[in-house]
């Protein structure tokens, strides 16, 4: 499922000038598919389709902490300690939703 939804915001990163755009494709495609396990555990464990949203909102503005805009005037990406740590907390809160669903059926 990642991978298609990678796919399906392909889009986004053949435009210039777009978050996306600063991330080279294949970190890009992997995000895909670790945010896509992300997002379904979630729904999966609350049924809420509105709290998967808000998790793909507050995943978006989290883009900020890895992409700026460099003196040139391009978009740059930094991935810093911080940003790595934005994506291990998604991982484990993402493993635990998981691992509470299984327990729960």
């Known amino acids: 499922m990642g991978i298609i939804w990678s796919i ?3 889009p986004l990163w053949l435009i210039l000038g777009t ?3 600063a991330i080279p494709f294949e970190l890009y ?23 998967t949203v808000l998790s793909h909102a ?21 991935l810093s300690w911080i940003v790595f740590l934005v994506f ?5 809160v993402s493993a635990i939703l998981v691992i509470a669903y299984n327990r729960k059926k």
């Open 29 to 51: 495609a992997f995000l895909g598919i670790v945010l896509s396990f992300s997002f379904t555990a979630i729904y999966k464990y609350t049924k809420s389709l509105l709290l």
């Open 88 to 92: 291990i907390v998604e991982l484990i």
């Open 19 to 21: 978050p996306q755009s």
């Open 8 to 10: 399906w915001h392909l």
């Open 58 to 78: 507050w995943f978006n503005g989290c883009i900020g902490l890895a992409v700026y805009i460099g003196r040139d005037g391009y978009l740059q990406l930094n």
